[in-house]
């Protein structure tokens, strides 16, 4: 790509990975996404080189005929980044471990693609199983993973456990192995609130890309430093209804497995199955191999927890007591089948 204008950088410490991102712009907004730098003197595992449009200007017809010939980087062209997030059209280009992006507001690809992306390729490389899931740990070290469908109440469970003695774990992403999770560090989504409010003055938090909400490094939110890993031991289903009969129940570790293969699976929720067959550059076996590596693991994380489906209103004290209780006991074991715990 020859020299490009780096105006400012960081690197980013993913607890078992790292990524420098460089840009021609001297702020960039997708620095708050990050809330741990990496240790000195430590390479990085994967770079991102984001180049705003209107800082510096390159011919579109160049950057096209520069630009991947995946799936991927044809949407980016068209604007469509991934999922549910668009914008300006934009040019990805791909040499090795390092991305180039190119286009504007490029904070909305950072967060939303490219660490999804990179952490799904180098969970499959490494015999690591990528969720979309938030996580505490408790003083013995176990870990409870959260997952449910958007808007279920995974956030308020999580920041409400951590309030309350829990020690953060992760906020969005976990890659798991062997039954030991390990912590993906980002900034967590914070909304207006008397609890907040004054944190979200004092430190001039950065406004979340979507929502409206703002995003604050865990440190800032929660006493005691999160941990990078810990053994599950309980999964929770967040699924968060006042209209619903409150519950907190077991559920069996098929039922388990059935809904995180859809509702946390990082290649199936953030639609990165072209990007994992391109990471494999094609290889219908490699790929496959990699599918049926993720379905083995999730099979065996679930089997060894203890699942629950939960409908509970994690701010009411005593609804919060007995459900963490339940969690931070040794139980029964892992499968028991399903039925109430508490209401």
């Known amino acids: 790509m020859g020299t490009l204008p780096v105006r400012s950088s960081?690197?980013?410490?993913?607890?078992l990975l790292t990524i420098r991102i460089?840009?021609?712009?001297?702020?960039?907004?997708?620095?708050?996404?990050?809330?741990?730098?990496?240790?000195?003197g430590r390479?990085?595992?994967?770079?991102?080189?984001?180049?705003?449009?209107?800082?510096?200007?390159?011919?579109?017809?160049?950057?096209?005929?520069?630009?991947?010939?995946?799936?991927?980087?044809?949407?980016?062209?068209s604007g469509y980044y991934l999922n549910h997030i668009f914008g300006e059209p934009a040019y990805l280009v791909t040499e090795g471990r390092r991305s180039y992006v190119f286009g504007r507001r490029l904070e909305r690809t950072i967060?939303?693609?490219?660490?999804?992306?990179?952490?799904?390729?180098?969970?499959?490389?490494?015999?690591y199983l990528h969720l979309k899931a938030g996580g505490f740990t408790f003083e013995d070290g176990s870990a409870t993973l959260l997952v449910g469908p958007n808007a279920g109440g995974k956030t308020v469970f999580l920041t409400q456990a951590c309030l309350d003695g829990a020690r953060?774990?992760?906020?969005?992403?976990?890659l798991v192995r062997d039954g030991?999770?390990?912590?993906?560090?980002?900034a967590v989504r914070v909304r207006r609130s008397p609890q907040f409010d004054e944190l979200i003055e004092g430190h001039g938090l950065t406004p979340h890309l979507e929502s409206g909400d703002f995003v604050a490094a865990p440190e800032l939110l929660f006493p005691g430093p999160p941990r990078d890993h810990g053994r599950v031991r309980t999964i929770?289903?967040?699924?968060?209804?006042?209209?619903?009969?409150?519950?907190?129940?077991?559920?069996?570790?098929?039922?388990?497995?059935?809904?995180?293969?859809?509702?946390?699976?990082?290649?199936?929720?953030?639609?990165?199955?072209?990007d994992l067959l391109a990471h494999h550059a094609g290889d219908l076996g490699a790929f496959t191999a990699s599918l049926a590596a993720m379905r083995e693991q999730l099979t065996a994380l679930v089997e060894g927890a203890r699942c629950y489906r939960a409908n509970v209103d994690m701010l009411d004290p005593?609804?919060?007591?007995?459900v963490l209780a339940e969690l931070a006991s040794a139980g029964g074991p892992p499968d028991a089948g399903s039925g109430p715990v508490h209401p």
Do not use: M
């Not at 960081?10 to 607890?15: E, I, K, S």
């Open 43 to 77: 390479e990085p595992d994967h770079e991102i080189v984001c180049i705003d449009l209107d800082r510096d200007r390159y011919d579109p017809e160049v950057l096209g005929a520069l630009s991947d010939g995946t799936l991927r980087a044809k949407r980016f062209r």
């Open 168 to 174: 953060f774990l992760t906020n969005t992403h976990v």
């Open 10 to 15: 960081r690197h980013v410490d993913l607890n």
């Open 111 to 127: 967060w939303p693609y490219f660490v999804k992306r990179i952490l799904t390729d180098f969970a499959v490389d490494h015999g």
């Open 318 to 322: 005593s609804v919060r007591k007995e």
């Open 236 to 274: 929770v289903i967040t699924d968060y209804s006042p209209d619903r009969p409150r519950a907190f129940e077991r559920i069996t570790a098929e039922q388990a497995g059935l809904f995180l293969a859809l509702f946390a699976d990082g290649v199936v929720n953030y639609g990165l199955k072209d």
């Open 22 to 40: 460089l840009t021609n712009l001297e702020e960039f907004d997708g620095y708050a996404y990050f809330s741990r730098d990496a240790p000195a």
């Open 180 to 186: 030991e999770a390990h912590a993906v560090p980002s």
